[in-house]
């Protein structure tokens, strides 16, 4: 396990706006970041990074919380992989201390599954540089396509030799479970139940995550006699799942955020020699068909993306789809098709770096005139290619968003095809109002298909309790201005005040009547605040939050939300101006709420109490204390008024 030691260095060290923005692009926003929300598909940013609190909110999905959080929900990693993956970030050695049995056991199987596929890529990696035969066989084959040593061990390629267990021999001397190997598809088991290796004599190209987790592997065969695919990539798993995967994306974020656009390949190689010629900011859809969730990987880092395809009728066919893909997701949409004969990889291996660079500069073109080009062959177009054409363009403008650039395009589509506009408008509107219905009937499938799962399960939907709320602003108070001094009305004497801190007055008055708080998430947050104060006798900053992996999702959200008057004061005609006296009497009628409505509860637990006992003295005794209450209340209700108008 991670010494205590080693989890403080690291919250001590990261920056949350430097993690995320591995992942995401974000843009100056003030003294903040903003970006389009990675938990949901918006068109409108509403993620927010603070690096002086060090925390992000997701105001479209409710996700918030600091660096460790994010990589949780959007790596889907556990904490300790998140504290190991920023420790890499920054060179922070860490400290291990034994596993406890308990802990041992409490290791999920997905974790359990990364550390096997390191651990194979390391060995593959070994294979490639220290034996003869990766060296022969797999190196010269690197070194023949034109990829320097320094690319090789950028992108972490390794072999498998040619002996059919040389894989399943090793790590059986290293221990690992040969289950989690079929899981991962490295081995493969026999009609007689032997094991043996499926990439044997293949050089090998790790797929990398986005935390820079290794996935799953392709392999590419050696043998030439084989009679085996060229290419074989591992299955799905718990851990790799190949739609959601864009291969290279872990070494090519920062140039795509810096760039500004993104270059997307077909194959592992195309992505390494373009890298290698100095265009980084390259990916390929990894050994896939486009998805739509590879799409939107790129739609977190920019919305601009240039399409690199082959220059053979295969990958021109393959263009069409790929367009509308990114069309669909409102992208600027540059194409690029090489010479016939070349895929990026072969064409960057005849040219130097400069070459290109130029060539992609030169013949990157808009989607519509690469459509029209490519629909419209020959000299002189036909009318049936015309028509044709015009018909593919406006599918692909009837899936742009906005009406202003589906104008600006229908206009160059008309120019480019030599078609009266009106023409081509009339048409666009008969193919947007066709899309729309075919959305509606799909919209009212997934409606009914959604309300049958409600009948077959149906859900309580979450009711916010009053208290739940009122322990919600209390702590908002605590957390945003727990130190600061103010001078509060007496809430039962008029011509008494009480000089106190805010997280001081809430603190005392909640202890002499010894009340807490209901809610489990909100009670951890308050016991960590007034455990702080009792001890140090001040109330914490953001860095003690951001540390408290248990409440740090919590605490982004309550350092999010900003300052509203209660509904209460507007109805009545109260106007506040003075931001201190706003809190000062916030402060007071939250603390008289929470007090108030735990009255209430006492009340009716008693009342229902005496309705069992058969004790009369034991009844009065109880219906004593119950006046007690109600005239407490009373008073509480009415200084209230006073307080709200």
Known sequence: MISQATIDRIFETMRIEEVIGDFIHLKKAGANYKALSPFTNERTPSFYVSPAKQIFKCFSSGIGGNAITFLMEYEKMSYVEALRYIAKKYGIEIEEKEPTPEEKEAKTQEESLFIVNEWARRWFEEQLWNTEEGR???????????????????????????????????????????????????????????????????VIFPIIDRGGRTAGFAGRIMNSQAKAAKYINSPESPVYNKSKILYGLHVARKAIGREDICFLAEGYTDVISLHQAGIENVVASSGTSLTD????????????????????????????????????????????????????????RKHSPVEVRAFIESHLEDFIRFKARVLITGPEATPIQKVQAARELLESIALMKGE??????????????????????????????????????EQKVRQRTSELKKVEAPSQEKVISPLFAIERQLLWLLVNFGNKEDRFKHPFEDHEFIEARIGELIYHSLEEDGLTFENDEHSALANLIFNYFRELNTFPDHSFFVKHQEVAALYAELSSISYKISPNWVARGIYVTDFNALLEIDTIETILRFKDLHLERDIQKLTQTISSLADEKQSETLSREILTKINLRRKINNRLRRVVG
């Open 404 to 441: 202003l650039k589906q104008s600006v395009y229908l206009k160059e589509a008309a120019d480019i095809l030599g078609i009266d506009q009106t023409i081509l408008a009339t048409e666009l509107q008969t193919i947007i109002s066709r899309n729309a219905l075919q959305q509606q009937k």
């Open 136 to 202: 022969s066989v797999g190196l010269a084959y690197f070194r023949e396509r034109g990829f320097t040593d320094d690319t090789i061990r950028k992108f972490q390629l390794g072999y498998n030799p040619s002996n059919s267990t040389a894989l399943v021999d090793a790590a059986r001397r290293a221990g690992h479970n040969p289950d989690y190997l079929l899981t991962l598809g490295l081995i493969k088991k026999g009609d007689k139940g032997d094991l043996y290796d499926a990439f044997r004599e293949r």
């Open 293 to 348: 969730d590879q799409v939107r990987l790129i739609r977190q880092l920019t919305s601009r993306v240039g399409i690199l395809f082959d220059g053979d009728p295969a990958g021109i066919r393959a263009s069409q789809r790929g367009i509308d893909m990114f069309l669909k997701e409102d992208f600027d949409v540059k194409v690029l098709l090489f010479p016939e004969g070349d895929d990026p990889d072969s064409f960057t």
